[in-house]
């Protein structure tokens, strides 16, 4: 009997650490950010990547992999292992618009990856340069009066923010404002300032400063309230009457879907906590993105699918689509 017990009693022993090494998460997490460091997704990325190292008891590590709006990056994590070890950080362009955009997609936002939450939203804003009218109804009514004689400046061809100015030219009134592309915000808003462009669709956490500064105009937040960063700038519903009129850059975290159901539940309580942090939700206000602190799988996918729902009949009329 002693003999049997003290068997067990080994046994025990020699399973605790392969008990303790079954535990998830025993080794760091790599968190793919699909776009280059410095800028607000990476930021955000980083941050939220800093409290969950605390929570979870392992490392998260912030891996940039830019290019193909977002493409390589999130191919890259798919390619990885579904334990929950590799991570994405997604946006409205890698989960909302590059299956309705792309002629012949890599993956499938919905099919391919499992949500785990959306953390956070930056509101598409509508800036003029100083010589353009001062509120959202006069540029409007100068448009109607001057079709075409206004540009608009976005990051690129098949952006979110791209997508968001066409929305707005649709949904005020088929407004014939030619869009501009460039390879980014930055040199749009430098052409902005320089006055060789009217306007441009932007992040309200990157134009601030220059809002701030006198140098551009805000004229409206495509959100449903104003914004804690700048509560001065108007609603586009407050300054044109557009009701439901939103449009915010938002970031997601997931992994490849065959991940093991007990992972994302993990990590999503894990995310619930983080985003309870007010810390947290106030270092994510000061670049300009909207905390969503009660999102969860479920609501996550919901949202993914209403964002891609919506969004589809605004890239047909622009019939624009990337190889």
């Known amino acids: 009997m002693k003999r049997l017990a003290f068997a067990a009693l080994c046994l025990g022993v020699l399973s605790t650490p392969s008990l303790a090494q079954d535990a998830y998460p025993s080794r760091s997490i790599r968190l793919i950010v699909p776009f280059p460091a410095g800028g607000p997704t990476d930021v955000c990325a980083r941050q939220y990547a800093l409290r969950m190292s605390g929570i979870l008891g392992q490392s998260m590590i912030v891996e940039n992999k830019s290019g193909a709006a977002g493409a390589i990056g999130s191919a890259e994590a798919l390619r990885a292992p579904a334990d929950g070890y590799t991570l994405l950080f997604g946006t409205a362009s890698t989960h909302g618009l590059y299956n309705l955009l792309s002629k012949k997609p890599q993956f499938d936002s919905l099919k391919d990856f499992a949500p785990i939450a959306i953390i956070g939203s930056a509101p598409a804003v509508i800036v003029v340069h100083p010589s353009q009218p001062s509120d959202l109804k006069a540029l409007v009514a100068a448009v109607k009066a001057n079709p075409g004689k206004l540009q608009y400046g976005s990051p690129g061809t098949g952006t979110f923010l791209h997508l968001t100015g066409e929305m707005f030219k649709i949904e005020a009134g088929k407004l014939d404002i030619p869009q501009i592309p460039y390879k980014g915000s930055a040199p749009a808003m430098n ?129 624009v689509q990337l190889d």
Do not use: C, H
Request: charged fraction near 20%; aromatic fraction near 4%; charge should be neutral.
């Open 191 to 319: 052409d902005l300032l320089g006055n060789q462009i009217g306007m441009v669709i932007d992040t309200l956490g990157t134009s601030v400063q220059q809002y701030r500064a006198g140098t551009v105009r805000i004229l409206a937040v495509a959100s449903a309230k104003r914004s804690a960063l700048a509560p001065d700038i108007p609603t586009v519903d407050e300054a044109l009457g557009m009701k439901g009129f939103e449009a915010g850059l938002w970031n997601t975290v997931g992994a490849p879907a065959a991940t093991p159901a007990s992972v994302i539940t993990r990590l999503s309580e894990a995310t619930t906590r983080v985003m309870a942090d007010p810390g947290f939700q106030e270092d994510l206000r000061k670049i300009g993105i909207d905390p969503i602190v009660d999102s969860t799988p479920a609501s996550a996918r919901a949202f993914i699918e209403k964002e891609r729902l919506r969004f589809k009949p605004v890239v047909e009329a622009s019939g």
